[in-house]
């Protein structure tokens, strides 16, 4: 702690936030200030009111006690432009960007009067110029934010949020979609930022990435702030057992042992859609007891696979075999009936309805069935005992089974679905990015009921953009690459290095030439 | 100003918007009714006395929510799934042309018989009529606002084609309208000398099966997941493009009982009049009702309230009955709205 430091002026600071939603509270009382030129990092599980504090400070929610003062001056409540106006920007999780228009229009959306002259557009365009040069953000202004990659749609964010001058950055789960190196580069924005006299506040449960940008950190444990540190006063060691309350175990993983081959895929070709490509000629056993790890850069194949083994799509080519038996019809309905339990990777489109409450949505995928279901009627008291059930099991945080699913947080919406998918007893898991934007504690459950459900003999299909997450679990790892698959490696046959390589896009070339 | 989603809305942000809606309506009613140098207080009497003042008022108001209800029933349906239906109109008149072809004497059976056939033949007519936009929507992603609406026109048309020609009353003095039904095919009163048909018991008791229907049966429970997410509803292994053929087959089914229910309770045979707009005025009182299939009895008989008040207000206070028309539209405008803002709270930036 230097004299400079605490000499430093407070920009932000929040007394006493209490949030509540109904039973839940999910923010009790929280106080804390931000420094002129520091970067603040946010952590905690999922469900312990990050989100919810930011989203109060923001102006999305009204808090129900407690006040927010920026630069000095008090932030009237419920008013998102008051906080942009006072020099507050938040990058979301979830982007909110418009994909048909350009950068430059994203990013000036907002500021100019309907009627902006040629001449704005003009100033608009060198003020951007200049902040991407600044920060370090390169994105080409005219081109279609549908046509970016992830990463640079989230650069387009940061650049929205400085267009409007702001002086307190908050990014909720900004690396939660971000390959590694993308994450470095970020990382390179704020600490510019920052030297700039910038205030950054990092929403994150990635404790590596909170370590490696923040000055300080801030733990939340149901919605109570529990510790407040310097980073330099703490080890990876103590944030995760003050984040969970309790030491954390990382799953240790024992080898599974494989059993008989559950489904096969051979020499499965499926078309291209867009930019990301089918499968080509992919050829895959999912055995019992194994999770077969599934690695490979963002959109080389990965969705095509999981379509196919989820019943979405079926081959174009080639066979999909179930329990050695050739695959004619394939249908979502018919994997769930196969007893393959499906992950998907986009919990909010895919996995699960919004306006749903959580009972309508545990039985989602076994509602035309007993016990919940008989000769066409619905049985919901059966349907709630079971969310109950699934509940409690589960920890799911929620006032209640007839909660709707939308006001829960990632991880406890990604609980629910897991209680849904792995009650049925399932023979294969389909595991797609399970614990993308959860926090450690939420990430250790869930690898954890992965690896009980191996041990139980199921055979698991794990598909990460995170190499770690693939080489702790997994026994068995392919590479995708433009929708062609590696030889299966087995686990520890092969460095993060080795199969960097083959994510790159090579030795597939030779595999082929071989096989031919 | 934006807007900005209510996490757990209050019972007043639930109630309050279309309350203050329905106020609103009749002040803007009452201003009109100024303008067209009336007493504002008399006109909304005489519409509330007109509608509701008397036994043949209120009778005159049930037998004209009739088919709103049905109408009302087929939207909210389709709307639930996100079919969005707006031809109600052609499959109102769909099951009123089956009813007069079997009824006016092709079927020589005893009421007991002749009344559920009609009905089951017009739900099927009617059924007919939608599952083509339906099964055009599904297979080849055509659009069924476009389909359905235009389809009205068609049918419209065909059924002219048919009064002028096969259908034509030999004895109509050259009128274009149908034979009369025979005795049989008549629904019989729900009080003998009271003018109030059988139709209107059959509208509620089909409000309360499909409210049964999407609360307590499989079907429901996949019509309400298709329309709040088809994304997810499809991964789940909920068979999407089926579904919208069910709805669409019931949605259909609905709508003609309220042509089925027209010419068999109340006109007897089949003219180009029989519907003064009662499937678009469906979407109306389907989207008063936010879809909820008891409120649209509700929602029908204020519907069927308005007009049938502002008919005889308009007798009396010389306000012409245009009125309904502007008070109808208001209403909606204002609870899309209103309903807006028991999701959502405004915020002053």
Known sequence: ?516 | MRLEPVANPSIWRTTLPPAIAIASTVVVASLLAMAAGANPFSVLGLILKGAFGSKFALLETLNRATPLIFTGLSVAVAFRARLWNIGAEAQLYAGALITVVLGTGMLQWGAFALLPALAISSMLAGALVLLVPALLKVRFGVDEVVTTLLFNFIFLLFISMLLEGPLKDPMGMGWPKSERLIAEARLPRIVEGLRLHWGFGLALIAAALVWVIERRTTLGYEMRAVGLNREAAGFAGIPVNRVLIKTALLAGGLAALAGFSEVAGLKGNLTLDLSPGFGYTGIIVAMLALLNPLAVVAAALFVAGIFVGADSMSRAASVPSYLADIMLATALLLMVLAILLTRFRVVRE
């Open chain 1, 1 to 516: 702690m230097t004299d400079t430091k605490t000499a430093a002026q407070v920009v932000l600071r929040l007394d006493s936030i209490t949030k509540r939603f109904g039973k839940l509270v999910a923010n009790d009382a929280i106080s804390l200030s931000v420094q002129q030129g520091e970067v603040i990092a946010l952590l905690g599980e999922n469900g312990a009111g990050k989100t919810t504090l930011m989203n109060i400070l923001f102006g999305q929610y009204t808090a129900d006690e407690g006040t927010v003062e920026v630069f000095g001056q008090p932030l009237p409540p419920g008013n998102p432009r008051a906080a942009l106006d006072a020099g507050v920007g938040m990058v979301h999780q979830h982007f909110t960007l418009a994909d048909n228009m350009t950068v430059l229009e994203n990013v000036t959306l907002g500021t100019q009067g309907l009627l902006s002259l040629r001449l704005d557009r003009a100033a608009a365009r060198d003020k951007l110029a200049k902040l991407a040069d600044d920060f370090g953000l390169q994105v080409h202004p005219d081109a279609k934010v549908g046509s970016l990659t992830v990463g640079e749609r989230q650069r387009v964010e940061i650049l929205k949020a400085l267009y409007r001058d702001a002086r307190i950055l908050i990014l909720d789960e900004p690396t939660a979609v971000l390959t590694p190196q993308e994450t470095d580069d970020l990382f390179a924005t704020l600490r510019k930022a920052v030297k700039l006299g910038l205030s950054v506040v990092f929403i994150s449960h990635k404790l590596h990435e909170v370590m490696a940008i923040s000055d300080r950190v801030l733990i939340l444990r149901h919605g109570r702030l529990v510790a407040e540190r310097p980073i330099a006063d703490v080890s990876k060691e103590t944030l995760a057992s003050l984040m969970v309350g309790s030491e954390v175990k990382a799953p240790t993983v024992a080898p599974g042992q494989p059993g008989k081959t559950l489904m096969r895929l051979h020499e499965v070709s499926t078309p291209d859609r867009g930019s990301a490509p089918g499968l080509k000629r992919v050829s895959l056993s999912l055995r019992a007891g194994q999770v077969i790890g599934l690695a490979g850069v963002s959109g080389n194949g990965q969705g095509a696979l999981a379509d196919l083994v989820g019943g979405l799509i079926g081959p174009a080519t080639g066979r999909l075999e179930l329990d050695e038996a050739h695959l004619n019809t394939w249908s979502p309905r018919e994997a769930v009936q196969a007893g393959i339990a499906r992950i998907p990777e986009d919990r909010h489109k895919t996995g699960t309805i919004a306006e749903f409450d959580l009972t309508e949505n545990a039985i989602l995928e076994a509602y035309n069935r007993p016990p919940y279901s008989r000769s066409g009627w619905m049985h919901w008291r059966r349907a709630e005992t079971f969310t109950r059930e699934v509940i409690d099991t589960y920890d799911v945080r929620c006032p209640g089974p007839d909660t709707r699913i939308r006001l829960l947080s990632g991880g406890n919406m990604q609980k629910l679905i897991l209680g849904r998918v792995l009650e049925a007893n399932p023979r294969i898991i389909l595991a797609n990015q399970p614990v993308r934007g959860l926090d450690i504690g939420a990430v250790n459950y869930v690898h954890a009921q992965l690896l009980a459900a191996r041990d139980r003999g199921a055979a698991v299909l794990l598909i990460s953009e995170d190499l770690d997450e693939i080489t702790a679990l997994s026994d068995v790892i392919h590479v995708i690459s433009e929708g062609r698959l590696s030889p299966g490696f087995a686990r520890g046959s092969k460095s993060p290095a080795e199969l960097g390589v083959w994510m790159a896009g090579h030795g597939f070339e030779a595999e082929t030439a071989h096989a031919s």
